[in-house]
C-alpha cells in the first residue's frame, strides 16, 4: 500500500494512523468517528486517509504477466 506520509496540503504527518483507521473501520465504526477519535480534524488530513486507495493488488498481476511474456520470448530466442 502506498500510504502518502504527510498531508499534501499542511504537511501533517499521517501515515501513522492509517493502520488503526483501517482496523477501526473494518470492525464497523464510522469513518468520521474514528477520524475524530484519532485527533485528525482538518479536512485536508481527512481527505487523504479517507480516499487512499490500495491499488498494489491490481498493479502486481500486470508486472507479473509482463514477467512471463517477457521470460517467454527469450526462450525463443535463445
Do not use: W
Amino acid at each position: 500500500m502506498l500510504v502518502p506520509v504527510r498531508c499534501f496540503t499542511c504537511g501533517n504527518l499521517i501515515a501513522d494512523k492509517m493502520e488503526r483507521y483501517q482496523n477501526a473501520v473494518k470492525e464497523g465504526q464510522p469513518p468520521g468517528d474514528v477520524l475524530d477519535s484519532l485527533g485528525i480534524r482538518r479536512y485536508c488530513c481527512r481527505r487523504m486517509l479517507l480516499t487512499t486507495v490500495e491499488t498494489i493488488h491490481q498493479i502486481v498481476p500486470f508486472y507479473e504477466a509482463m514477467y512471463e511474456k517477457n521470460e517467454a520470448i527469450r526462450r525463443n530466442v535463445l
